[in-house]
């Protein structure tokens, strides 16, 4: 497997409902990051947690990061159509400027 | 304020023809990068610049795949000869400077079919 490996691959909720998704990773990292990306564009960038920090909020999403897993995890909540992309984490490498993507998880919510 | 350019956004050619893309990332951002993404698929740095200066080209295989960045600001990502596997979103990003602190600004992408 590959570092920032993203579960569940596809998830599909209803609108309103919460989502779920997950990151492991392998090495140790300098902070890790959540970005959005919408069909057929570019990836936009939702927030950054950093190595020291266990748990992050914006909005309607809530990141938590355990470094002792090796995981983490973002929480969209009261989730909307729009909301509907593929959501990819990457992390940074301790020491490193190397910045490595994991596969994502393509989000489909139902109105 | 322009967000990073890319273009084209679709470009369809041959196997073994060459192709380019063009990136002009957002102004002042010292450091721009290249990626590649495969169908359903994460990320694959093939390129970073500091500057004009290629600081991270592991990934890029050198056969046939080459970048420049003059003067520091736009780059340009060329394939050639292309071949069926080189199918994919070529995503150019750019980010004010190294730091992994700083968030990385994506353009739209450019995707490449070869047939």
């Known amino acids: 497997s590959q570092q920032g490996e993203e579960d569940p691959q596809a998830l599909s909720i209803q609108e309103g409902e919460n989502a779920t998704m997950n990151c492991s990773y392998k090495?140790?990292?300098?902070?890790l990051q959540w970005y959005r990306q919408n069909s057929g564009r570019g990836l936009v960038h939702l927030i950054l947690?950093?190595?020291?920090?266990r748990e992050k909020h914006s909005g309607r999403l809530r990141v938590t990061l355990d470094t002792s897993k090796k995981s983490s995890s973002l929480l969209i909540t009261a989730s909307r159509a729009a909301d509907t992309a593929s959501y990819f984490c990457?992390?940074?490498?301790?020491?490193?400027?190397?910045?490595?993507f994991g596969t994502g998880t393509r989000l489909k919510v139902l109105a | 304020e322009a967000g990073v350019v890319q273009s084209p956004r679709y470009k369809i050619i041959e196997k073994k023809q060459p192709v380019a893309f063009w990136c002009n990332p957002i102004?002042?951002?010292?450091?721009l990068y290249w990626y590649r993404q495969n169908l359903g698929q994460g990320l694959e740095l093939l390129i970073r610049?500091?500057?004009?200066?290629?600081?991270?080209d592991s990934q890029l295989p050198k056969d046939r795949f080459s970048a420049e960045r003059l003067k520091g600001v736009d780059s340009t990502l060329k394939i050639q000869p292309a071949e069926l596997g080189d199918s994919a979103v070529y995503l150019c990003?750019?980010?004010?400077?190294?730091?992994?602190?700083?968030?990385?600004?994506f353009g739209p992408g450019t995707r490449l079919l070869v047939l």
């Open positions: 090495t140790s990292i300098n902070n």
């Open positions: 947690i950093r190595s020291n920090e």
């Open positions: 102004s002042g951002h010292n450091t």
């Open positions: 610049y500091e500057n004009e200066e290629a600081v991270d």
């Open positions: 990457a992390t940074t490498v301790s020491g490193t400027y190397k910045y490595i």
């Open positions: 990003a750019s980010s004010l400077d190294a730091d992994t602190q700083e968030t990385q600004y």
